[in-house]
């Protein structure tokens, strides 16, 4: 094996002039894309990441603004029916006073009728004592026949009454 050191040094020089061309025109804007890729990955990865939390924090904002959303029905359901159940005795309330007062009325009505039957009577019986003493008068009867007649007239009132 014989090594012919003029090429070598060719291939040498020609190797560190194809390396040199390289580095300058296709490893540095080679290296500089896959930074730039690099940096891009890393800062969508970055960006990912704080999406996820984001969401995570979104995601927990808005259970915590469920369980509030239930809270508040549950609370507005409740006051419903307390409302509803106090609307519901002042009702009841207001018709037992209704009754009272339709019941106090009635027996006012009542003893007004009763009041004018007894009148009404009393009239009748007014008159019909006149009536009695104006025929005693006029046929001047003994003391049986006149005690005779006042229970005739009494039963007759007895039964208009």
Known sequence: MHIEWSTFFIQIVSFLILYALLQKF????????????RQ?????????????????QLLEEQK?????????AYDIIEQ?????SKQAEEIIQAARAEA???K?????DIESEKNKAVAALRSQVGAMS??????????????KSQE????????EVGGNV
């Open 40 to 56: 891009l990955v890393k800062d969508q990865i970055n960006n990912a990441e704080a999406s996820r939390k984001q969401a995570e």
């Open 80 to 84: 419903a029916k307390q409302t509803s």
């Open 64 to 72: 915590q603004a469920l369980q509030q959303a239930r809270k508040e």
């Open 130 to 143: 006149v009536l009695i003493a104006s025929k005693i008068i006029e046929k001047q009867i003994d003391e």
């Open 100 to 102: 009272g007062r339709q």
């Open 104 to 108: 106090e009325e009635a027996l006012k």
């Open 26 to 37: 296709a490893f540095g804007p080679l290296f500089g894309i896959m930074e730039k890729r």
């Open 148 to 155: 005779e007649l006042v229970q005739h007239y009494l039963k």
